[in-house]
Each structure stands twice: as structure tokens, then as C-alpha cells.
Nanobody, 117 residues
Framework: QVQLVESGGGLVQAGGSLRLSCVASGFSFSSAAMNWYRQTPGKLRELVASIASGYGGSTNYADSVNGRFTISRDNAKNTVDLQMNSLKPEDTAVYYC?????????WGQGTQVTVSS
């Protein structure tokens, strides 16, 4: 079955960096576009970054993180990472790895990122 397992969250001061990682299994990873979302209490889940399938896939970012976050994938290791630099308190959220496979959304369990001011 499809499994997505995130890691790398934690507490960091404003201006700092964190790197999130997601290990995927149970599907053809290189054939799937991969995404990172985030969610705070009382708000809808927000798409943060996307990377297309294949090798050298194109990337897209939410305006709020563009220039600070970088999404990347390693198809040999079935991983998708999110490098987060210049973190701000408003980046505090639970971050979720996501794969859309045959129109079905699959989610990891989420990892908490907390940015202190």
C-alpha cells in the first residue's frame, strides 16, 4: 500500500533552517508528482511546493515561500525533501507530504515545524 513517512520537523528560531524529508513506498515514485502541504489549526491545508514526476521535474511554490523553500526529489531513494531557509514564525504548521495517484490523494502523518520569534 502507499506509504509516505515524513521526518525533520522541529523547533527553530526565526531566520533559521530546517530540512524535511519524505520517504515513499508502495507506488511508482518516479512517475508521481509530489507535493508538500502545511496546515495550521482552523485553516485549510495549504499547498507549499510541488515537483513534477520524472527526472529534473519542474517545481512550483506558494508565493509565501518562494525564494526561501526548495523542493527536490531523489528517485533512486524514493524521497522528496523540502529545504526551508529564512524561516518565519508564520511558517509554523504541520507539514504533510502528498502524492496524487490516479486522482487519489495520499498523505503522510505530518511533521510539526515551529518557528519562534
Amino acid at each position: 500500500q502507499v506509504q509516505l513517512v515524513e521526518s525533520g520537523g522541529g523547533l527553530v528560531q526565526a531566520g533559521g533552517s530546517l530540512r524535511l524529508s519524505c520517504v515513499a513506498s508502495g507506488f511508482s515514485f518516479s512517475s508521481a508528482a509530489m507535493n508538500w502541504y502545511r496546515q495550521t489549526p482552523g485553516k485549510l491545508r495549504e499547498l507549499v511546493a510541488s515537483i513534477a514526476s520524472g527526472y529534473g521535474g519542474s517545481t512550483n511554490y506558494a508565493d509565501s515561500v518562494n525564494g526561501r523553500f526548495t523542493i527536490s526529489r531523489d528517485n533512486a531513494k524514493n524521497t522528496v525533501d523540502l529545504q526551508m531557509n529564512s524561516l518565519k514564525p508564520e511558517d509554523t504548521a504541520v507539514y504533510y507530504c502528498n502524492a496524487v495517484i490516479r486522482f487519489t490523494y495520499f498523505w503522510g502523518q505530518g511533521t510539526q515545524v515551529t518557528v519562534s520569534s
